[in-house]
């Protein structure tokens, strides 16, 4: 009989291991801090063994968003995430706070670190298009979701890509047989005169993913995230368990001054995750990026592009959602 229970249980895991989901997380971190209360979201959702992620790419440059993600991989017990860094070394988008050096430069009593790191030499990590190529070519087809919630660069440097040790294929060719459906965080489909931030920051990369991208393409556009905020009373009142956390440490780097932050990146994070539950899908269509910067909805019965909105209903149920889940301990 415990022999029978015993397999039973294999063939659970099985099956639960089998329907995980392929996450790779694409991000901007250190330029507004709904990047950090998205990844939490996803290493809980790792955790739970409800996605695999399979690693997280920045588009931010620097020597402290590689160091903050190794950070965050070790503080949640999960340092065996790849991190890809930034494919673009010509531009830098670095003004502003950057929490990710904030949080990295916080020491203990002692002095030392106050958090853990896992990597010895960040000199090795490959770059985020590179990386790219190496998973997917090991992928099954048709497995990969990947959330991208800050600029294009690394997308569009993938489609661009050629054969290499890890595939015969072109990037496009790669993407089309390895992913299922991106899902951005981008545009502002309701105000074609914002130029919105993940746009502007690399317009052509933009312009070539909504152009080339062989999947489908979820978008969160601006006005969505903007209307759910996450709020600041959580972050003071929430995390009495936990003396330090580098999530909470972030957001009062980030903001001082506690406010309530839209939670734009994370709402393309929970669409991904839990796409039938939370959120309206518009009919199919296609988006397109305009030389300044707009994003311009057109449906189209053939289309594959769909953006995300809310009702106020829903809007609610999203909001207790993330502060349930990141409010919990990892
Ligand atoms: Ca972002």
Same mark, same amino acid.
């Given at each position: 009989? *415990?022999?029978?229970?015993?397999?039973?249980? +294999?063939?659970?895991?099985? =099956?639960?291991?089998?329907?995980?989901?392929?996450? #790779?997380?694409?991000?901007?971190?250190?330029?507004?801090?709904?990047?950090?209360?998205? #990844?939490?979201? &996803?290493?809980?959702?790792?955790?739970?063994?409800?996605?695999?992620?399979?690693?997280?790419?920045?588009?931010?440059?620097?020597?402290?968003?590689?160091?903050?993600?190794?950070? &965050?991989?070790?503080?949640?017990?999960?340092? *065996?995430?790849?991190?890809?860094?930034?494919? *673009?070394?010509?531009?830098?988008?670095?003004?502003? /706070?950057?929490?990710?050096?904030?949080?990295?430069?916080?020491?203990?009593?002692?002095? @030392?670190?106050?958090?853990?790191?896992? =990597?010895? $030499?960040?000199?090795? &990590?490959?770059?985020? %298009?590179?990386?790219?190529?190496?998973?997917?070519?090991?992928?099954?087809?048709?497995?990969?979701?990947?959330?991208?919630?800050?600029?294009?660069?690394?997308?569009?440097?993938? +489609?661009?890509?050629?054969?290499?040790?890890?595939?015969?294929?072109?990037?496009?060719? &790669?993407?089309?047989?390895?992913?299922?459906?991106?899902?951005?965080?981008?545009?502002?489909?309701?105000?074609?005169?914002?130029?919105?931030?993940?746009?502007?920051?690399?317009?052509?990369?933009?312009?070539?993913?909504?152009?080339?991208?062989?999947?489908?393409? #979820?978008?969160?556009?601006?006005?969505?995230?903007?209307?759910?905020?996450? %709020?600041?009373?959580?972050?003071?009142?929430?995390?009495?368990?936990?003396?330090?956390?580098?999530?909470?440490?972030?957001? @009062?780097?980030?903001?001082?001054?506690?406010?309530?932050?839209?939670?734009?990146?994370?709402?393309?994070?929970?669409?991904?995750?839990?796409?039938?539950?939370?959120?309206?899908?518009?009919?199919?269509?296609? =988006?397109?990026? /305009?030389?300044?910067?707009?994003?311009?909805?057109?449906?189209?019965?053939?289309?594959?592009?769909?953006?995300?909105?809310?009702?106020?209903?829903?809007?609610?149920?999203?909001? $207790?959602?993330?502060?349930?889940? =990141?409010? @919990?301990?990892?």
């Amino acid at each position: 009989m *415990r022999k029978v229970l015993f397999f039973f249980a +294999l063939l659970c895991t099985l =099956i639960v291991q089998a329907q995980r989901q392929n996450v #790779i997380f694409e991000t901007d971190m250190g330029n507004d801090v709904d990047d950090a209360l998205a #990844i939490d979201m &996803l290493y809980k959702f790792d955790r739970q063994k409800q996605i695999k992620l399979m690693a997280v790419m920045l588009n931010k440059e620097g020597e402290f968003p590689p160091r903050y993600i190794d950070l &965050l991989n070790t503080w949640y017990g999960r340092k *065996r995430i790849p991190i890809g860094v930034s494919g *673009r070394s010509d531009k830098s988008i670095v003004a502003g /706070t950057n929490y990710t050096q904030a949080v990295c430069e916080e020491t203990n009593e002692q002095g @030392k670190p106050l958090y853990k790191r896992s =990597i010895k $030499d960040y000199s090795k &990590l490959l770059p985020a %298009p590179k990386l790219y190529r190496k998973l997917l070519a090991k992928a099954k087809d048709h497995s990969v979701t990947i959330v991208s919630v800050g600029f294009s660069t690394n997308l569009a440097m993938l +489609l661009d890509s050629k054969a290499d040790e890890y595939s015969p294929l072109s990037g496009r060719e &790669l993407v089309e047989k390895k992913v299922e459906r991106l899902v951005t965080m981008a545009g502002n489909i309701g105000n074609p005169n914002h130029h919105e931030y993940n746009v502007v920051n690399d317009i052509q990369a933009c312009q070539k993913v909504y152009r080339d991208w062989p999947t489908p393409i #979820i978008t969160s556009p601006f006005e969505l995230g903007a209307q759910i905020k996450y %709020p600041a009373s959580s972050i003071e009142n929430d995390f009495g368990w936990a003396p330090h956390h580098p999530i909470v440490d972030s957001y @009062k780097a980030y903001l001082p001054q506690i406010e309530d932050r839209p939670t734009w990146d994370l709402t393309a994070v929970l669409y991904a995750i839990n796409p039938q539950d939370f959120f309206t899908l518009s009919a199919p269509g296609l =988006i397109t990026v /305009t030389d300044e910067g707009s994003t311009l909805f057109k449906p189209q019965t053939d289309g594959s592009h769909y953006y995300l909105s809310v009702t106020p209903e829903q809007a609610r149920r999203i909001l $207790d959602y993330f502060v349930t889940t =990141i409010t @919990k301990k990892p």
